[in-house]
């Protein structure tokens, strides 16, 4: 649950006309982490700090968690980190981490990896789905947060243990079949560029008619 509610980029910004009073605050980012974190029963209330949705009847011992410094996404490592306090957590200082399945199971202690692991993951990859692998683990206090800053990523990303897969179903458009029908039907080469796992970038090209099963274009 820390992970998926405070292991994001997401930010706070004021939309709207010229004066403040016709200012609107919303949250700003990628749609999938703002889905996410609208399903964990928190929600963003300032930069960087996420806490319980009024009267939620999600996990009744939530508490407001602060985002002290993030390693962000990056498309090489295919993983971010943020490091994260917690209220009332006597001042625990937590590693949330997510990313590719294969590259999160390289940080994870051998100890915390189950041995379905790689089945899970591809199973869910060749329905189409995106599949994100979650970690954690305590790096030290708040007290300790320049300190960890400094050791820099590389130190901070290891030792994980596995929290679980985030797995995320995003169905297609009504409309994006029949385009690529309409495409290939007017004598044009329909290809996909996409960073998602292969397996689920094959799916997708399969529900959508650029592959045929079996992994042959069409």
């Not at 790689?118 to 599949?131: C, E, I, K, L, W």
């Amino acid at each position: 649950l820390r992970i998926m509610a405070a292991g994001h980029s997401l930010s706070m910004a004021a939309v709207g006309g010229g004066s403040k009073r016709s200012k609107r605050i919303h949250v700003v980012g990628d749609p999938l982490e703002q889905a996410v974190l609208g399903g964990t029963g928190f929600c963003l209330v300032g930069n960087n700090i996420v806490a319980p949705v009024p009267d939620s009847a999600a996990i009744d011992a939530k508490k407001v968690l602060t985002i002290l410094h993030r390693f962000a996404f990056s498309s090489k490592l295919k993983r971010m980190t943020t490091l994260v306090s917690e209220e009332g957590g006597q001042g625990t200082l937590w590693a949330l981490s997510k990313g590719a399945p294969e590259t999160i199971k390289e940080l994870l202690d051998s100890d915390s990896i189950p041995p379905d692991f790689d089945d899970a993951a591809f199973h869910h990859m060749s329905r189409g789905r995106r599949v994100l692998a979650m970690a954690y683990r305590k790096v030290g206090t708040t007290r300790d947060l320049q300190a960890v800053k400094d050791e820099g990523r590389d130190r901070v990303e290891r030792e994980f243990t596995f929290a679980g897969f985030l797995v995320l179903d995003c169905p297609l458009k009504p409309e994006s079949k029949p385009v690529m029908t309409e495409l290939k039907k007017s004598g044009h080469a329909v290809v996909m560029i996409t960073g998602d796992a292969l397996l689920t970038a094959a799916e997708v090209a399969r529900q959508v008619g650029i592959m045929k099963r079996g992994g042959k274009q069409v």
